[in-house]
């Protein structure tokens, strides 16, 4: 078992390339991802022959422990390569001052809510180990290819004063928002995104709406209480979901889903990908 030094992540990322065929394509993205955390995360990333795992720490609760990604390549499965890994992340997490080790995302830079219920082999590694299931997250899919415009949406709310844009020098602006009317975890997500979109009338921001925090992602996305009834999110998200279709996606993962209808009736997202949240106290 050794360290991961940053030069040698891309390592790392191959593993998790080769092993996590449900998220092909993103998964070395995820490594970089959660190797470049908000200020007051501690993280680190541990590998045997063929397999790898990241953990990590946030200030905000330091007695709770994250395992964020576990990979071992295929053709290195049944030598007990993910129990040393999850052993070793458990060591570290001790050491880091953890009381409690959890399989669940650490927003705001996560890779997934928790195990995808189809990484079977990872949910029974998991239970086998001592980790109880203690909460179900969802994501919803939207397909890129229907329609996504928002011309007639947006002038109608022109005509109420509502102006709709990307983001882009003040960006800082819509976090400092984000921040006020949600958290710091969202607002950390906002200045980070691939894609931010804000409303605001007379000045004053209303609602706001991102893609690519989490790579490929959508969200999150709000709106001030004040605003809501006007549709601005639909059309925030259909801005957001037309631009991460013309970065050349054919569908989004909609993350840690709360309002179904919604989504489902902006876009026909579709409830789809599951992931159990599974902890351990730690002796």
């Given at each position: 078992m050794f360290s991961v030094e940053p030069a040698r992540l891309a390592e790392a990322a191959a593993i998790a390339e080769a092993a996590l065929t449900l998220d092909a394509g993103e998964a070395a993205a995820l490594v970089g991802h959660l190797s470049r955390p908000p200020a007051g995360r501690r993280w680190t990333a541990l590998a045997v022959d063929g397999g790898v795992v990241m953990a990590s720490m946030s200030d905000k609760d330091p007695a709770v422990g994250h395992l964020d990604l576990l990979a071992v390549r295929p053709e290195a499965r049944g030598a007990g390569r993910g129990t040393a890994l999850v052993r070793a992340a458990e060591d570290w997490l001790r050491e880091q001052g953890a009381r409690q080790a959890r399989f669940a995302g650490n927003p705001p830079c996560y890779a997934w809510p928790g195990i995808d219920v189809r990484y079977t082999a990872a949910a029974c590694l998991a239970e086998s180990l001592g980790y109880e299931r203690y909460h179900v997250a969802w994501n919803m899919t939207a397909d890129l290819g229907v329609d996504l415009s928002t011309e007639d949406e947006a002038a109608r709310l022109e005509q109420a004063g509502v102006t709709v844009r990307a983001a882009g020098e003040d960006r800082a602006r819509v976090a400092a928002f984000?921040?006020?009317?949600?958290?710091?975890?969202?607002?950390?997500?906002?200045?980070?995104?691939?894609?931010?979109?804000?409303?605001?009338?007379?000045?004053?921001?209303?609602?706001?709406?991102?893609?690519?925090?989490?790579?490929?992602?959508?969200?999150?996305?709000?709106?001030?209480?004040?605003?809501?009834?006007?549709?601005?999110?639909?059309?925030?998200?259909?801005?957001?979901?037309?631009?991460?279709?013309?970065?050349?996606?054919?569908?989004?993962?909609?993350?840690?889903?709360?309002?179904?209808?919604?989504?489902?009736?902006?876009?026909?997202?579709?409830?789809?990908?599951?992931?159990?949240?599974y902890r351990r106290d730690l002796a």
């Open positions: 984000v921040e006020e009317h949600w958290n710091e975890r969202w607002a950390w997500e906002a200045v980070t995104a691939a894609g931010l979109h804000y409303a605001e009338r007379d000045g004053e921001i209303l609602g706001f709406a991102a893609w690519g925090a989490r790579p490929a992602w959508f969200g999150p996305m709000g709106t001030a209480p004040a605003a809501r009834g006007l549709g601005l999110g639909r059309v925030l998200l259909r801005r957001c979901l037309a631009e991460q279709r013309a970065a050349g996606q054919d569908s989004a993962q909609i993350s840690w889903v709360g309002p179904l209808r919604f989504y489902s009736r902006a876009v026909g997202a579709r409830a789809e990908r599951v992931f159990w949240l």
